[in-house]
């Protein structure tokens, strides 16, 4: 129930980022990158992609964040878990 994601998803996967106004937790920064994997969440269509915080001078240790994303809005992208 994964996927690896390729340069063009991780690209879509940011928009849809951006669009949902989604910020990182710790530092509120919109600046953030997918990461490589999408996960399937079983007995849904959601997907759901960790992000990661560009802001390292917030937290050099970095900072992750999950985004779910609709069937719809994975589709879009190209991420097709079933
Ligand atoms: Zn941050």
Known sequence: ???RLDRNQRRCVEQVARQKETTCDTCGSTD???GPMA???LGT????????CNN???H???AAQTLELS??????CGIDIS
């Not at 269509?45 to 990661?52: A, F, I, K, R, W």
């Not at 069937?71 to 879009?76: F, L, S, V």
């Open 1 to 3: 129930m994964q996927q």
């Open 71 to 76: 069937g719809n809005e994975a589709r879009r």
């Open 32 to 34: 953030l990158s997918s």
């Open 56 to 58: 390292e001078s917030a």
């Open 60 to 62: 050099p240790e970095g």
């Open 45 to 52: 269509l959601n997907v759901e992609v960790l992000l990661s």
């Open 39 to 41: 996960l399937g969440t």
